[in-house]
């Protein structure tokens, strides 16, 4: 039974996987295609944000009903909904009718029903594993993110040189296709709760927070996570605006996924080794090194050089992670985890957010003008690290990769450990 357990749960990862992969070459080409018809930082900025702001605050919603209803058909309504979204937008472009805010409605919508198979997807991995198969499943999970990090971006910056943004999209919604049949080999009764009907929806949440609140050790993980994830949604603003001034989208999408080897490393090894030390002490050395990486990534505009600190820093996401679900799961009983999931999404993503609504304003209006080539910053910053166009958010990422050193220096402390 351990077995076939593991086994269904290789069947809903591939999946997932392949899902992934297709929703990482849209968002990847939908951002080119904004940021090329408008140039401006502000307006990419929106792309990322239709595309999380939606999952992230529908996320406590997702939860509830991943616990109240089969996690299976969750699964099966998030993913089909999103491959909908996702055609719409294919039929508004080959119509000649796409524009910018049928694009941003267009991400959200898909982006509402992730938020019903995130969840689910999520609680399921607890309602088919051990506690000792969590460690190795999350390295899993990582690793699928990594391979979306590594072969999404080169796969959609030549598909998009070549055949435009329609070919991306079609293939997006494909591979939604192969996420709802993987699903559906998930048996029914592994996600049926059957006291759902005894519970009111507000009370379900509400129930939710009092778990996350009486667990001091879990809430402290959130609240780290949610300080990561601020400098993260940063780097996924900032960055492709940063490279295409100096580069083209080609070699945007090879940096980006070269880059992300390093996710696949740190997932692999994570894999197949496990975490073996303290996983409070993991997740600070993870946060510290992210930083260092960061800093060192904005200090010039060597192509070789912004490479391989993006791929150290990748390196170090797969360990945060990791540490920060095993120390939830095993903070939370596996029956409440779906309601839990949905507000640690919720709290830990916040940061995203905050990133997202205030990166284009800084780079656009504050940090560029001060580093171009007679800002107020070009004779003292602008020496050490260059001035002119995408250093503003290079110096940007640089104190983002300084607050992560001092997260890990206070965690260390006396905040998550």
């Keep these: 039974m351990k077995n076939q357990s593991y086994s269904r749960f290789l069947v809903v990862w591939a999946g997932q996987l392949f899902s992934g992969l297709g929703t990482g070459m849209t968002a990847f080409s939908l951002g ?16 990322i944000l239709s595309l999380f702001l939606p999952s992230i605050l529908l996320a406590p919603l997702g939860g509830i009903l991943a616990d109240r209803f089969d996690r299976r058909l969750m ?14 937008l294919l039929g508004c472009l080959l119509s000649g009718v796409l524009s910018m805010w049928m694009i941003y409605l267009g991400v ?13 997807y999520k609680a399921s991995v607890s309602d088919l594993l051990t506690e000792s198969q969590f460690a190795k499943a999350g390295g899993l999970m990582q690793l699928a993110a990594s391979t979306r ?5 080169v796969a959609a910056g030549v598909l998009f040189t070549i055949s435009g943004l329609k070919t991306v999209l079609l293939i997006d919604a494909t591979t939604f296709g192969l996420a709802v049949g993987a699903a559906l080999c998930i048996p029914a009764n592994v996600n049926i709760k059957q006291q759902r009907d005894q519970h ?46 100096i580069t083209d989208v080609k070699n945007l999408g090879a940096i980006q996924s070269v880059s992300a080897l390093g996710m696949l490393v740190g997932s692999l090894q994570i894999s197949f080794v496990g975490l073996k030390r303290d996983v409070r002490f993991q997740l600070s050395i993870g946060i510290g090194c992210g930083g260092v990486c960061l800093v060192a990534l904005g200090m010039g505009t060597n192509l070789i050089l912004i490479t391989t600190f993006l791929f150290l820093f990748f390196l170090c ?13 095993t903070g939370i009983s596996v029956e409440k985890q779906g309601r839990v999931w949905g507000i640690t999404s919720l709290l830990s993503q916040t ?5 997202y609504l205030s990166a284009g304003f800084l780079s656009d209006r504050i940090f560029s003008p001060l580093l171009s080539e007679n800002g107020l910053l070009a004779a003292t910053v ?36």
Aim: aromatic share 8%; with cysteine; net charge positive.
């Design 32 to 47: 080119i295609f904004v940021f090329e018809k408008t140039n401006s930082t502000t307006s990419f900025a929106w792309v």
């Design 75 to 88: 699964i099966v309504i998030g993913d089909t909904g999103s491959a909908l979204s996702v055609l719409s």
């Design 108 to 120: 959200a919508i898909g982006s509402s029903f992730a938020a019903l198979q995130g969840p689910a």
């Design 149 to 153: 990090h590594l072969i999404s971006p």
């Design 200 to 245: 009111q929806l507000l009370k379900e949440m509400k129930e939710g927070w009092e778990i996350l609140l009486a667990n001091r050790k879990v809430t402290k993980v959130i609240l780290a996570l949610a300080i990561v994830t601020f400098y993260v949604g940063y780097i996924q603003t900032l960055f492709t605006p940063m490279i295409l001034a």
């Design 317 to 329: 996401l797969p360990l945060i992670n990791t540490s920060a679900e095993v120390l939830i799961r």
């Design 351 to 355: 940061g995203y957010l905050v990133a």
């Design 382 to 417: 602008g020496r050490v690290i260059g001035t002119g166009p995408g250093r503003g958010n290079a110096f940007i990422l640089m104190i983002c990769g300084t607050g992560l050193i001092l997260t890990s220096i206070r965690g260390r402390k006396n905040a998550f450990v």
